[in-house]
């Protein structure tokens, strides 16, 4: 299709070119022919048509050689304007269609040259005849006038040309940018689901298993309480399905109104029902907080729970202890969390080669517990840190704005 409109590009413009040359043709003629009062020119039009029927003919190409038909319809100009014919404009008209794509198809260095070279030229032909005589203004001043009106015209086209062409550069531009942003946004958007996934799935699948086992040993002895643990784990796999429900919703379409209406997203102010969700599966979690609590926006608050739940998810999974210390610092402008597991001396060696082994190998493992965190507090402009402590065991620990940081400042934050 590309190629078929070329060809009738081209065909289109040897059309118009030919349309042109045959127009110019009988003003040329009419320009040779016609006298003015107390005005001596030849008295054989042939001799001025000629030139300028060869300048016209030179005119088919003038799309494609500006310069040199230029150079042409300036030397057939000379040769009829010596013979004593008027610079009118029907002589001028092939010299001015020739300047016209020479300043519509070069650039304004060479305009100004054809154009001041056309002038002199011209001037100089028609005063060599009769330099002192009538009409002194039609022979000098008239050609200069009137050669500079396509010498505007083609600037003013090729000033339009570039104006589009940048226009539709600056359209490619931002088409390709709006998909490569999109692109991006779609790819953020995974990445945030498949956090939040992980972290619902992982938390409550790991709560659910330690209350399961839990019961497991003591149906022979208490069964009472391996009943109440039984229900808990109803209670805990209820709250998963309702978060994965939560979670998923945001694939919905925006325009679904038979949709339910999505439970909010968690907050510190959840963290008390999160801790008795632990101590149900036999973890004892100490929550202490310092200093005065401080609003944070929804993105901390939900990057804060999620790093918590994520922590403590870890010293379900691999702690060695029974038992995690949470720490809330409330700063001027952060929030400083630490998640810390008190790992008995003896089991030191065996939380530090487990804890090792999840932060240095979540893409052979499959864990990705620390990298989820550290991209969650990377994405509000804050900073986590993960490894053994040197008393024993393991601490996670975060400092986050009170208030989620705009693109420019996380670009510009160390």
């Known amino acids: 299709m590309t190629i078929t409109l070329d060809r009738n590009t081209r065909r289109s413009r040897r059309v118009m070119n030919v349309a042109v040359v045959m127009a110019l043709l009988p003003c040329v003629a009419l320009g040779a022919v016609l006298r003015l009062p107390g ?26 050689r500006p310069r040199a038909v230029a150079a042409v319809a300036m030397a057939c100009a000379v040769a009829t304007f010596a013979q004593g014919y008027l610079p009118t404009p ?3 008209a092939p010299l001015m269609l020739a300047l016209y794509w020479v300043a519509a198809g070069t650039d304004r260095r060479t305009t100004r040259v054809f154009g001041l070279a056309s002038m002199a030229v011209v001037v100089i032909a028609a005063m060599l005849d009769n330099p002192n005589g009538n009409l002194l203004l039609l022979r000098t001043v008239g050609p200069v006038l009137w050669l500079l009106l396509p010498l505007v015209g083609g600037s003013h086209a090729r000033l ?3 104006y589009m062409e940048s226009v539709h550069a600056r359209a490619a531009y931002a088409e390709r940018t709006r998909e490569e942003e999109a692109r991006l946004r779609v790819a953020e958007e995974r990445m945030r689901i498949a956090r939040e996934l992980h972290d619902v799935v992982a938390h409550h699948l790991a709560v659910a298993n330690a209350q399961a086992g839990t019961a497991r040993h003591l149906v022979p002895t ?7 643990l039984l229900d808990e784990l109803t209670v805990t796999t209820s709250s998963a399905l309702i978060e994965l429900r939560a979670t998923v919703g945001v694939l919905r379409h925006s325009g679904d109104q038979d949709g339910e209406s ?23 979690v100490a929550v202490t907080t310092e200093g005065a609590p401080r609003p944070l926006s929804p993105g901390v608050d939900l990057t804060a729970y999620r790093i918590i739940q994520e922590a403590l998810t870890n010293v379900t999974k691999h702690g060695a202890g029974q038992g995690a210390d949470v720490r809330l610092n409330y700063g001027r402008s ?12 003896t089991a030191t060696a065996t939380t530090t080669a487990t804890a090792t082994t999840t932060a240095t190998a979540p893409a052979a493992a499959g864990g990705y517990g620390l990298m989820g965190m550290r991209e969650r507090a990377h994405s509000v402009g804050g900073d986590l840190r993960a490894g053994p ?11 986050l704005p009170l208030h989620s940081l705009a693109p420019e400042e996380l670009e510009a934050a160390p």
């Open 389 to 399: 402590r040197p008393q024993g065991g393991f601490e996670v620990s975060t400092a």
């Open 160 to 162: 339009r040309v570039v």
């Open 90 to 92: 029907l002589m001028l």
């Open 39 to 64: 005005i001596t020119q030849p008295q054989e039009s042939w001799p001025g048509t000629v030139p300028a029927a060869v300048a016209c003919v030179a005119l088919l190409r003038a799309r494609d």
């Open 222 to 228: 208490r069964p009472e309480q391996a009943l109440r």
């Open 334 to 345: 952060r929030l400083l969390i630490s998640v810390t597991n008190d790992a008995t001396a």
């Open 262 to 284: 999505l439970e909010p997203a968690p907050g510190l102010d959840r963290l008390p029902d999160l801790v008795s969700t632990y101590a149900s599966a036999g973890l004892d």
